[in-house]
């Protein structure tokens, strides 16, 4: 019966106190090994290969997922998705292997250590500590390969990302198997813990698999594969799933893995005198392809004494990316519009040393879409941003309170129900768009069609006076538009999502409308249109870039306020979520006016500004 210890016992390391080097390795291999030395402590008792999977059962193994999805069942560092849904799961004792012909079929006992290393002898074949969970599929895609890292070409992908190709870490150009940063880490401790565990078991007639060394148990792995093991301990530290385990190991079979307990152990032995010269600081970094939301950065390479291992970008202090010690470009993504960002590059050595930063850029990212007009027809008595002309018979587009986006409100006409009248019917903007002073506009609008083939035409006009007779007037089809029709003319409802349409060809001032047109006899469609929404990525001649405005603070925390000041004779502020429904309106009467979001969620918000003149949208992130 072994002692129930949740931890190491006082005094279990004391006989390594003061050691390092192979030293150090020697002793704590007689710590953990199957030799009882009569100190008290439990010992290294084999409990064979088919116990393992009961060992992977017990409660708080570390081998069940009460980490990431927290739902109980196997964790395999091979499947695993730390950050989103994993691609499928196993209940322990369930689905165990068996044949597979891909992932997700069963999970089988995966060596960390190859079987054919070691001849499958036992105890290593049966070691808790380097014998893991696993998906069949990608334990068999691992096979024997040593772990490394994989270029930009693998030849094979798991689900969760683990990959098998070239090795692209110095000293070994063969074939590798790489798993994900999220458990480096923990398999090279247990690669490791291997090598002091059975020092006195290795002998010539095991197979060195491209890692081990000839007929040196001290050394045990190639210098390669040491500075590799090295380098994914430094990256990834212990994680209480690692201690979990090494506890849970100690219960099932009366030793423990040193190198969770004390991490220290790793340089000690293989790196008693380390590299402790930093990388030299990455130079001449700069910044290109800004946009509203990105920045491509790009900076000179760092040298180091031994081996360099990886570059981390900070912005605003804080790490955003770890990138090969080959990248030396890395475009920034997610940024928010018309705000003020610090970026750093740093470098770090495969012993971990970290340099110096490099130089410290500030980018401002550009104006971001500008909201010209939205409108969803949810409010069917409040539409006041189009308005609809009939000019042949007597149906018109009317709005409805469903059959829009999500089944919305929206805005129908229906010629095919009055049996196929002629139709000439409008839905036009209520105010002409001044295209003069945007530098770029977009379009986007949802529609769906039921029913015969006509087509749904969106058009403008810049010499439109806003009357009962459209049709008078020259009205052109917009830019980079097709008029979609219902595709076989059936009763199904087909859907059509239009984004992003670049009208920005069409100049002055303009109306645009969707116009209805339809001839006598012919087979009429059903179109209902939602979602109509015009944004600018920039303006260009406004009043608005003449004289600055300041929001501040921006981002405002829930619950207090922010300020818009100006010089400009602002008569209303409106408050808009980014769907576009009206939050809040103001009429300022001071130049300097106070708005609070006292009732806001988070997240972000237009801030539409209007003079008699004009109107400009501003970002507001409320955190």
């Known amino acids: 019966m072994l002692t129930a210890y949740a931890q190491a016992p006082q005094a279990y390391y004391d006989a390594a106190n003061g050691l390092t080097g192979f030293e150090l390795k020697t002793a704590l291999n007689q710590i953990i090994d199957d030799i009882d030395d009569a100190n008290g402590f439990p010992f290294h008792q084999d409990q064979g290969y088919d116990a393992l999977y ?39 004792f369930q689905n165990q292997c068996g044949n597979y012909n891909g992932e997700g079929i069963c999970y089988n006992r995966e060596h960390l250590v190859p079987q054919s290393t070691f001849n499958s002898a036992s105890p290593m074949k049966n070691d808790y500590f380097h014998v893991v969970p696993s998906d069949g599929s990608v334990n068999g895609a691992r096979g024997s390969f040593p772990f490394g890292e994989v270029g930009n070409n693998p030849d094979y992908t798991s689900t969760n990302g683990s990959k098998r190709g070239n090795n692209t870490f ?71 799933r ?17 190198l969770i307990d004390n991490p220290a152990y790793v340089q000690q032995i293989w790196d008693p005198q380390p590299d402790t010269t930093a990388p030299t600081a990455p130079a001449n970094l700069s910044a290109s392809n800004i946009t509203n939301n990105s920045v491509q950065l790009s900076w000179d390479a760092s040298t180091d004494n031994e081996v360099l291992d990886r570059y981390e970008v900070l912005q605003d202090g804080q790490s955003i990316a770890n990138l090969s010690e080959s990248t030396l470009t890395y475009t920034v993504t997610g940024l928010t519009s018309e705000t003020i960002y610090s970026f750093q590059i740093i470098a770090v050595d495969a012993t971990g040393n970290i340099s110096q930063p490099s130089n410290s850029i500030e980018v401002e ?25 009939s000019e042949v018979s007597d149906l018109d587009w009317n709005c409805i309170d469903n059959n829009g986006f999500n089944n919305t409100g929206a805005y129908q006409m229906n010629a095919f129900s009055g049996g196929q009248v002629p139709s000439l019917d409008w839905l036009i903007t209520s105010n002409p768009i001044d295209f003069n002073a945007y530098a770029s506009l977009q379009l986007s609008f949802y529609a769906e069609a039921t ?67 339809t001839t006598f006899g012919e087979e009429a ?90 109107s400009v949208v501003k970002k507001l992130i409320v955190h």
């Open 54 to 92: 009961d060992a992977y059962a017990n409660p708080n193994s570390g081998d069940t997922d009460d980490y990431y999805e927290n739902d109980g069942t196997v964790l395999d560092m091979y499947s695993e998705k730390p950050n989103t849904t994993d691609a499928y799961n196993y209940n322990h």
């Open 170 to 240: 110095p000293g070994y150009s063969g074939v590798v198997f790489e798993p994900i940063d999220e458990f480096k880490g923990d398999i090279a401790r247990s690669v490791l813990y291997f090598a002091i565990r059975y020092e006195q078991e290795f002998n010539s007639s095991w197979d060195a698999n491209e890692v081990l060394t000839a007929n040196d148990e001290l050394q045990f792995y190639v210098q390669w594969y040491i500075d590799l093991l090295i380098s994914w301990h430094l990256q990834d530290p212990v994680s209480q």
């Open 242 to 258: 690692e201690i979990d385990r090494n506890n849970n190991g100690y219960l099932f079979q009366g030793n423990r893995n040193p």
């Open 365 to 389: 990212t550009l104006t971001g879409p500008e909201l010209v007009l939205f409108e969803n027809f949810d409010d069917c008595d409040n539409v006041d941003s189009f308005f609809t002309v």
């Open 451 to 517: 029913f015969g083939n006509t087509p749904l035409r969106v058009v403008y006009s810049t010499d439109y006076d806003g009357g009962n007779s459209p049709s008078n007037f020259t009205w052109t089809s917009i830019p980079n538009f097709t008029a979609p029709t219902h595709p076989d003319g059936s009763n199904n409802e087909v859907e059509f999502f239009f984004d992003e349409i670049d009208i920005s060809a069409i100049s002055g001032t303009a109306y645009i409308a969707f116009k209805y047109d």
């Open 525 to 614: 469609t059903r179109w209902t249109v939602d979602e109509f929404l015009l944004q600018a990525t920039t303006l260009s001649n406004s009043i608005f870039e003449a004289i600055p405005i300041e929001m501040y603070p921006n981002p405002v925390r829930k619950g207090s306020s922010f300020f818009v000041e100006t010089q400009l004779a602002i008569n209303k502020i409106q408050i808009f979520t980014i769907n576009g429904s009206l939050k809040k309106e103001l009429h300022p009467k001071e130049n300097l006016t106070q708005v609070f979001v006292e009732d806001f969620s988070r997240g972000i918000y237009l801030i539409k500004l209007l003079t008699d003149e004009t």
